[in-house]
C-alpha cells in the first residue's frame, strides 16, 4: 500500500508539473542574404534504367550549396555508388513493366545525425530504439510504387550503419512521377528535412508516343519544400516551439522560412517558347502550397498521383493547392511569350502558421528564344480512362469504413499525439496492432472525420483511391495516393470531410479494358504495410498505421461512421458485465462436480485451495490499487475539474473540437479528488465489514470468522471425515448401522445440514459486493472485467465446495448441494443488477469516482480478510510464492490483454 501511494504521489506531481510548461525559445537568427532569383535551377541527374538492370545507391552525408554565394552546408543525400550524393537524389528513370534492382547502402556511418539537437528520443521505438549505436537508421520507400513489402521501405526493414538493402521493383504499373525518400520511424521528418528525398519515374514510351508527349522536349522535375538556415547558412529545422510538450522536442509540424526546388533557394530556369512538362512535387514536411501561376491559363494538367488523368484539365487561374507528397504534372504553353518574359512561382497558401517570417518566393521562370523551339502538339482530350471506383465499390460489394483523424492535446491546447482512430480504438504502428485492412481485389469505401485543427494529407502504401467531399462529387478524373482529409467545421466536428473509393487492386487493373486481374499484385500481401498522414512530423509522431490486404473478408463489421458515445454504456458492455457475473456465480455450483467425481476431488485438497486463494487475492488486488483506484481518481478529477467547454474524454478520444479548452484540476481539485477516493474507499471496506457483521449476528452461525474461508476449512475438515463415510455409511436406505453410531451421524448431519445452508447463506451475502464489484469493473473496461471474473470464478469454486460438502454430506442427495450453492451463486448476478440499476440514470464522473473507489475498497478488504489468511492457512509454506504467483499472473495477464488492445 505504502508504494502504492508513493507511486501515486510522483504521478500526481509529474501532473502538476504540466500545466506550467517550460517554454523554449531559442530566439534564433536566420540567414537573411537570400538573393531571389539568382542561381539557376538545378536538374538531378537521371540515371536511366530504361534497359532494367541493377543499380547500386549510397546514402549518406555531404555538403551542398543552396543558393550561389551562400557557404555549403552539411546535408544527406542520395548518390549511385562511385558518384557524388545529392539533394535530391538523382531522378531514377525506368520503363513500365523492366524491373531493376537496386541495392541501397547506408553510408552515414557513425556520425551524430545531422540534426541531432531535434531528435526526440521518445519516438524512437521499434526498429529506431537502437539508434545511435547502430548509426543512422534509414529505410528507402519508394512512394507510390507497388512492390511486396519487403521492398517497400518499410520501418521494419531499416538498415543501419554500413548494412545494405537490395530490392528488386518490377515497375508493372502506370507510368506516373513517384519520389523515393526516408521512411525510418521516429526520423523520417528529420532526415527527409536533411536531404533524403528524390525523384522516381516510370515511364511508358508506347503511352508517351501515343500521346505525342515524347515530341515534348523538355520535361522538368520541380521538387519544392521549405527549409530554415542559420545566419551562416547551415541547416536547421523548427526550434522555435511556440506551443512545448515537456520532456519533448517533437514539433506539431516543421515550416521553413525560405523555399527550395531542387535543392536551390529561390531559383530561376529558362525555358525556351515552346510547351514544357513540369513534374511539380509538394516535397514539404509540412507545408500546404497554394501556387500563383501567372501562366497559368497556358498550362493543362495531364497527370496526378498515379499517372495520366482521364481527361487533360486546364489549370485554374487562381493558382492551385499541393500538400505533402502530392505530385502534377502540367504542359505549359510558353510560345506565345516574348524573349525576356519572367514569371514569378509564389506560395500564396494561409493556412499555413510558421515561428519564423515567411519568404513566400518559390522561383521564376525566364522566357528565353531558342534557336528551333520544338512545335506545338495538340493534347489529346482523353488519356488513360479510368474505372468508375464508386460503381466496383458496388460491384465487387466492398466494406464501408469509417477511419478517424485525431489527436491529443495537453493543458493548452498543443496538439501531443496524433492518432488514426476506428471502430473507437487508436491504430498505430507501436506496440498497438489495431490494423487498417482492406480486402484484396474490391474497392472499398473509406470515411474520414477529422476533429483537427489540421488539414492532414492522407497516405495509403500500394494502393490508390478516388476521392470527394461527399458522394456526389468524387473526382473520378484520377487515382491518389496522397488525399487531403480536410478538418471540420466547428459546427460539426465530427463531420464527414472526405469519402474515398480505396481500390485494393493493382493499379493497371483499373485501367479500362485492363487484362490485370484485380488480386494480382504479381506479389504476396501478407505482410502489412502501412498508412499515414504525409506530414512528416505527424507521421512520426503516431499518425501511422499498418494497412494489411487481407485475401478474404476481415472480420470487422461495417461502421458508417454512426458517432458512439465513448462516455455511453453500451448494451455489449452491460451484457458482458452481466455475463460475467452469471458465470461467477455458475463457478459456485461447479464444486458439487468436484464432490462427485471422485477424480476430481484433489481439487479440494490444501494446495489447490491455497493456490486458488492466493491467485485470486492477486487479482482482487491488483485491480482495486492498480486500475480501479488510480481511474477513481481520475474521474474525481475530471468531475471536480472547472472552465473549459468540453469533456475530458472527448479529448482522450480525440474527438474535441478544435477550439475546445479542456477543463483544468488545480490543487484543491487534486486534493478533493483524493480525499473523495480515499473516503469512499474505506466507505467499501466498511460496507463488506458490516455486511459480516449482520451475517454473523442474525445467524448466529458457529463458525469464527463468517463468511471467510473459515468456513472452506471446515468444510474441508468436514468432506474429508465425509469422504469414507460417504460410501460406506450413506448408501441408500442403509439402516444397518449401530444404533449408537446412528444417533450419532443424525446429529452430526443435521450440524452439516445447518453448516451447509448458514454457509450458503453468508457466501450468498458476500457474492453480493463481489457481483457489485464484476460489473463496476466491466464498466471500467472488458479486460479488467474478464481478469476479475476469473478471479471470482477461482475463488467461488472452494467456496462452492464449502456449501456443497455439508449438504451433500446430510442430506447426500446432489440435487440439495447443487440446490444450495445456485442459490448462493445468483447473488452474483444479483449484484449486478444492483451495479445496473445504479447506472440506469447515466453514468456521471461523480458516480464512477464513487463506485471505482468503493469497490477498490471492498475488494481490498475481501482480500485481505478472507482470502489471504485463507490462503496462508492452506498454503503454510508457500503461501508468500502463491500469492505473488498469483499477482504475477494477473499482472502478466493484464499486460497481454493490453498488447492485444482490447478496452
Ligand atoms: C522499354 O521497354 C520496352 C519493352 O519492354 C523496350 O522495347 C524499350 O526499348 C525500352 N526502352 C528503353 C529506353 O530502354
Ligand atoms: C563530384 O563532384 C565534384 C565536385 O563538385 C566534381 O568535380 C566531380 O566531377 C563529381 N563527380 C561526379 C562523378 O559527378
Ligand atoms: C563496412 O563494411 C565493409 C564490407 O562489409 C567492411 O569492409 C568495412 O570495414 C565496414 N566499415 C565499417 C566502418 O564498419
Ligand atoms: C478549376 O476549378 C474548377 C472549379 O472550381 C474545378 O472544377 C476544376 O477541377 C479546377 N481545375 C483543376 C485543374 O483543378
Ligand atoms: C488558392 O489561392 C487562391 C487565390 O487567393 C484562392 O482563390 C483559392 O481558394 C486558394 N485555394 C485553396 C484551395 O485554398
Ligand atoms: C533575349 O533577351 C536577352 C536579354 O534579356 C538578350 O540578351 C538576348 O540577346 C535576347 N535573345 C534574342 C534571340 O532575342
Ligand atoms: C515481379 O513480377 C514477377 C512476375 O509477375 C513476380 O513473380 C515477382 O514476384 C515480382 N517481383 C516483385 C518484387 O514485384
Ligand atoms: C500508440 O497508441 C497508444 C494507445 O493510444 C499510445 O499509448 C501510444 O503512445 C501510441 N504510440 C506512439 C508511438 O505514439
Same mark, same amino acid.
Request: hydrophobic share 40%; aromatic share 10%.
Given at each position: ?665 488545480? /490543487? *484543491?481539485?487534486?486534493? @478533493? =479528488? ?6 469512499? !474507499?474505506?466507505? &467499501?471496506?466498511? %460496507? ?94 472488458? /479486460? *479488467?472485467?474478464?481478469? @476479475? =471474473? ?6 467461488? !469454486?472452494?467456496? &462452492?465446495?464449502? %456449501? ?100
Amino acid at each position: 500500500m505504502m508504494k502504492f501511494a508513493f507511486v501515486l504521489a510522483t504521478l500526481s506531481v509529474l501532473e502538476a508539473a504540466t500545466t506550467e510548461p517550460p517554454k523554449i525559445t531559442s530566439g534564433e537568427l536566420l540567414y537573411k542574404d537570400w538573393k531571389p532569383y539568382s542561381t539557376p535551377l538545378v536538374i538531378p541527374d537521371v540515371i536511366d534504367m530504361r534497359q532494367g538492370g541493377s543499380l547500386e545507391m549510397n546514402i549518406g552525408e555531404t555538403t551542398h550549396t543552396w543558393q550561389n554565394g551562400v557557404p555549403a552546408s552539411r546535408v544527406y543525400g542520395y548518390g549511385k555508388v562511385g558518384g557524388n550524393l545529392t539533394t535530391p537524389g538523382p531522378t531514377i528513370l525506368v520503363n513500365k513493366s523492366v524491373p531493376i534492382q537496386v541495392t541501397w547502402n547506408n553510408v552515414l556511418g557513425m556520425s551524430t545525425h545531422l540534426l541531432s539537437n531535434y531528435i526526440d528520443s521518445s519516438l524512437l521505438h521499434s526498429e529506431s530504439a537502437c539508434f545511435p549505436n547502430c548509426g543512422i537508421p534509414v529505410s528507402t520507400h519508394i512512394h507510390g510504387l507497388e512492390t511486396p513489402p519487403k521492398y517497400d521501405g518499410l520501418p521494419h526493414y531499416s538498415i543501419y550503419k554500413n548494412q545494405s538493402y537490395t530490392a528488386i521493383y518490377n515497375n508493372s504499373q502506370s507510368s506516373s512521377t513517384k519520389l523515393y525518400h526516408d521512411h525510418a520511424i521516429g526520423l523520417s521528418r528529420l532526415n527527409m528535412w536533411a536531404g533524403l528525398t528524390g525523384m522516381y519515374i516510370i515511364q511508358d514510351p508506347e503511352l508517351e508516343k501515343k500521346f505525342n508527349f515524347d515530341k515534348i522536349t523538355v520535361d522538368v522535375p520541380l521538387m519544392i519544400s521549405d527549409k530554415l538556415f542559420d545566419p551562416s547558412g547551415k541547416l536547421m529545422y523548427t526550434s522555435v516551439v511556440t506551443c512545448p510538450v515537456p520532456g519533448s522536442v517533437w514539433m506539431p509540424e516543421s515550416f521553413g522560412s525560405v523555399n527550395t526546388v531542387n535543392g536551390v533557394v529561390q531559383p530561376y530556369l529558362e525555358v525556351p517558347p515552346q510547351q514544357v512538362r513540369f513534374r511539380l512535387v509538394n516535397l514539404a514536411n509540412a507545408r500546404n502550397y497554394n501556387f500563383t501561376l501567372p501562366f497559368a491559363d497556358k498550362c493543362t494538367l495531364i497527370a496526378t498521383d498515379a499517372g495520366f488523368v482521364q481527361e487533360p484539365k486546364p489549370l485554374n487561374s487562381t493558382g492551385f493547392k499541393l500538400y505533402s507528397l502530392e505530385r502534377v504534372e502540367l504542359i505549359c504553353d510558353f510560345s506565345s511569350f516574348t524573349n525576356g518574359t519572367k514569371f514569378d512561382i509564389e506560395d500564396i497558401s494561409s493556412d499555413a502558421d510558421s515561428s519564423y517570417d515567411y519568404d513566400n518566393k518559390i522561383m521564376q521562370i525566364h522566357v528565353v528564344a531558342a534557336k528551333n523551339p520544338s512545335s506545338s502538339i495538340t493534347i489529346p482530350t482523353s488519356l488513360n480512362k479510368l474505372k468508375d471506383l464508386q460503381e466496383l465499390y458496388k460491384s465487387t460489394n466492398g466494406k464501408l469504413r469509417t477511419i478517424t483523424l485525431g489527436e491529443m492535446e495537453s493543458m493548452d491546447q498543443c496538439p501531443t499525439t496524433l492518432m488514426i482512430t476506428q471502430y473507437q480504438q487508436v491504430s498505430n504502428v507501436s506496440m498497438v496492432h489495431n490494423k487498417l485492412f482492406c480486402t484484396r481485389g474490391k474497392v472499398e469505401k473509406w470515411q474520414f472525420k477529422n476533429p483537427t485543427d489540421d488539414v492532414h494529407p492522407f497516405h495509403w502504401h500500394l494502393v490508390k483511391a478516388q476521392c470527394g467531399p461527399d458522394d456526389k462529387s468524387i473526382n473520378k478524373n484520377e487515382l491518389k495516393d496522397v488525399v487531403v482529409i480536410p478538418n471540420a467545421d466547428l459546427s460539426d466536428q465530427l463531420a464527414i470531410t472526405q469519402v474515398c473509393y480505396v481500390a485494393c487492386t493493382p493499379d493497371e487493373f483499373l485501367l479500362e479494358g485492363s487484362s490485370r486481374a484485380a488480386t494480382d499484385f504479381g506479389f504476396s500481401t501478407d505482410e502489412p504495410y502501412l498508412a499515414h498522414c504525409h506530414i512528416m512530423e505527424h507521421e512520426d509522431n503516431s499518425m501511422m498505421a499498418w494497412f494489411q490486404l487481407t485475401d478474404v473478408d476481415d472480420s470487422h463489421a461495417i461502421d458508417d461512421g454512426t458517432v458512439a458515445n465513448p462516455n455511453e454504456i453500451t448494451g455489449m458492455v452491460i451484457g458482458t458485465a452481466i455475463g460475467m457475473s452469471i458465470l461467477g456465480g455458475f463457478a459456485t455450483t461447479l464444486s458439487v462436480l468436484v464432490l462427485s467425481i471422485p477424480r476430481l476431488n484433489f481439487l479440494a485438497g490444501d494446495k489447490a485451495l491455497a493456490m486458488t486463494f492466493a491467485l485470486s487475492a492477486g487479482v482482487m488486488l491488483f485491480i482495486a490499487l492498480v486500475d480501479l483506484f488510480l481511474e477513481s481518481i481520475e474521474k474525481f478529477k475530471g468531475a471536480y475539474a472547472v472552465g473549459g467547454n468540453v469533456d475530458l474524454e472527448a479529448i482522450e478520444h480525440g474527438l474535441a473540437p478544435a477550439g475546445s479548452v479542456a477543463p483544468t484540476c488545480d /490543487k *484543491t481539485c487534486a486534493g @478533493l =479528488a483524493w480525499l473523495s477516493t480515499v473516503g469512499c !474507499f474505506y466507505g &467499501g471496506v466498511l %460496507i463488506v465489514i458490516f455486511i459480516e457483521f449482520v451475517v454473523h449476528r442474525v445467524f448466529d452461525y458457529h463458525a469464527k470468522d463468517l463468511a471467510n474461508i473459515g468456513h472452506t476449512h471446515e468444510a474441508q475438515a468436514v468432506l474429508e471425515d465425509a469422504q469414507s463415510p460417504v460410501d460406506a455409511t450413506f448408501q441408500k436406505h442403509n439402516h444397518e448401522i449401530h444404533n449408537n453410531a446412528e444417533v450419532e451421524q443424525d446429529e452430526k448431519r443435521n450440524d452439516y445440514r445447518r453448516a451447509g445452508a448458514l454457509t450458503g447463506i453468508a457466501i450468498a451475502i458476500h457474492n453480493f459486493p463481489e457481483g457489485l464489484a464484476l460489473f463496476v469493473a466491466s464498466l471500467q473496461g472488458l /479486460k *479488467t472485467g474478464i481478469v @476479475l =471474473a476469473i478471479g471470482i470464478i477461482l475463488h467461488n !469454486f472452494p467456496e &462452492g465446495i464449502a %456449501i456443497a460438502a455439508p449438504v451433500y454430506y446430510a442430506t447426500n442427495s446432489k440435487k440439495q448441494a447443487f440446490l444450495w450453492t445456485g442459490l448462493s451463486g445468483i447473488a452474483q448476478p444479483c449484484g449486478a443488477f444492483i451495479g445496473w440499476a445504479t447506472i440506469s440514470g447515466g453514468v456521471t464522473p461523480l458516480l464512477s469516482g464513487i463506485l471505482y473507489s468503493m469497490v477498490s475498497g471492498m475488494l481490498v478488504c475481501i482480500a485481505v480478510k478472507e482470502l489471504l489468511p485463507g490462503a496462508f492457512k492452506f498454503g503454510g509454506a508457500n503461501f508468500t510464492f502463491s500469492f505473488l504467483g498469483g499477482f504475477f499472473i494477473m499482472a502478466v495477464s493484464l499486460i497481454c490483454l493490453q498488447f492485444v488492445g482490447t478496452s
